[in-house]
């Protein structure tokens, strides 16, 4: 059975902290305007924004409880960092938990943390939206990308890839993921040849 927007909010606003259903809401409408500027499906891009965290809810521990339970494999870095594996964990619910079977809503959910290079339109708009939507405060420079999300989504992308590398190696001790690096690469040379 698959289910309505309306339906699969009110399961998440049970399942979710109220700021992470907040955030969730956020991306969900932010994906529907980049989807308007930039000609994707719009009902599609509104579910992979509001599922995209539907996994973000538990300690990291139960997190590789339950990957392993699902034979979802788990890379060495997700190992060190397991907050990572809410991103494919809630692919895996989006699929088994909100019956989405469609390919792209599940992939945009799966690359929305790391990010990756060559993203396709959706698992754009789902990253940049993840960064910009309206409940995201304090980020530097967020002002300049949410404008710069409705001119270039390559450049947003590849201005969110370089702060968030910056905040990893300077303000944080998480383990960065080598698919960031890679991402990060493939927009710089995108953007600046
Ligand atoms: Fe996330
Ligand atoms: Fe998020």
Redesign the pocket.
Same mark, same amino acid.
């Given at each position: 059975m698959e289910y309505s927007i309306i339906e699969l909010q009110e399961k998440l606003k049970y399942i979710l902290p109220p700021k992470r259903f907040i $955030?969730s809401l956020g991306?969900q409408y932010t994906c529907a305007n980049l989807a308007m500027r930039y000609g994707c499906d719009i009902q599609k891009a509104q579910i992979a924004g509001l599922l $995209? #965290?539907c996994a973000?809810y538990m300690p990291d521990e139960e997190m590789l409880t339950l990957c392993r339970k699902n034979f979802i494999p788990v890379t060495e870095t997700e190992e060190k960092s397991a907050f990572l594996l809410h991103a494919k964990l809630g692919a895996f619910f989006a699929e088994n938990v909100y019956n989405i079977s469609d390919k792209d809503i599940i992939d945009a959910i799966t690359y $929305?943390t790391t990010g990756k290079p060559d993203m396709t339109l959706l698992e754009k708009i789902v990253y940049v939206a #993840?960064y910009i939507e309206p409940s995201r405060k304090r980020i530097h420079g967020l002002k300049k990308i949410r404008k710069i999300s409705y001119d270039s989504l390559d450049e947003a992308t590849y201005l969110i890839l370089e702060s968030t590398l910056n905040f990893l190696q300077k303000e944080s001790t998480r383990e960065i993921d080598p698919r960031t690096k890679k991402a990060f690469e493939y927009y710089k040379y995108l953007n600046t040849h």
């Open positions: $955030h991306v $995209h #965290d973000k $929305h #993840d």
